[in-house]
């Protein structure tokens, strides 16, 4: 059974740098064909796709979020951590991780439960 | 960045009733990665549909996607009570992009 949860701070402060992790079990991200992802969702809005990484290291970003951006993966401990640069208010959303594979053609089959962030002075 | 727009903004409609989204791609899209997903209030999203036409596990029948190049659809055949909920569309090329979503609301 493939589980994923996020966890990090849940009061960031403007200009701040936000560091989630996802921490995942039921599957290795050394297995060719697997990925995790970052999406987010602000209060009352749309998905917002940030980041993936791969198996093989491959990173994929945001072009709009890029430069804010970096995901990496620590396959010993089961976990994807993104950071995130100069954070802002806009930025409040809830931030969910999820598994992809080549076997669902790299949709996110599987999601965390998500973890709000509120970005304030 | 491939944007996607997703139409009707709110579908009104009665149990039993057949609904039709629509996603449309600012460009053609591969139709190996095209995604519709379910989420309702509190929720993480789920995968309903991946490859633009494939169910995922557990997903029932009456759900079905189709579409290619810049235009998808998602239909639901008979809508249950339980399918009352938000849809969004994803893309992914070299990165992912999501639709802003359509309401299925409860005429």
């Known amino acids: 059974q493939i589980t994923l949860k996020e966890s990090g701070p849940t009061l960031v402060k403007p200009t701040q740098t936000l560091t989630l992790t996802c921490t995942f079990s039921?599957?290795?991200?050394?297995?060719?064909?697997?990925?995790v992802g970052w999406i987010r969702q602000p209060p009352g809005k749309a998905l917002e796709w940030l980041a993936l990484?791969?198996?093989?290291?491959?990173?994929r970003y945001s072009p709009s979020l890029k430069s804010r951006l970096t995901i990496t993966k620590d396959t010993s401990k089961n976990q994807v951590v993104l950071t995130m640069t100069n954070m802002d208010p806009v930025d409040t959303a809830t931030y969910y991780c999820?598994?992809?594979?080549?076997?669902?053609?790299?949709?996110?089959?599987?999601w965390g439960q998500g973890t709000m962030v509120t970005v304030s002075s | 960045e491939i944007v996607l727009t997703q139409s009707p903004g709110t579908l009104s409609l009665s149990p039993g009733e057949r609904a039709t989204l629509s996603c449309r791609a600012s460009?053609?899209?591969?139709?190996?990665?095209l995604a519709w997903y379910q989420q309702k209030p509190g929720q993480a999203p789920r995968l309903l549909i991946y490859?633009?036409?494939s169910r995922a596990t557990g997903i029932p029948d009456r759900f079905s996607g189709s579409g290619s190049g810049t235009d998808f659809t998602l239909t639901i055949s008979r809508l249950e009570p339980e399918d009352f909920a938000v849809y969004y569309c994803?893309?992914?090329?070299?990165?992912?992009?999501f639709g802003q979503g359509t309401k299925v609301e409860i005429k």
């Open positions: 039921g599957f290795s991200l050394s297995t060719s064909g697997v990925g």
């Open positions: 990484i791969y198996w093989d290291d491959d990173k």
């Open positions: 994803q893309q992914y090329g070299s990165s992912g992009t």
């Open positions: 490859g633009a036409s």
């Open positions: 460009q053609s899209v591969s139709s190996s990665y």
């Open positions: 999820a598994h992809s594979s080549i076997g669902d053609l790299f949709a996110f089959d599987i």
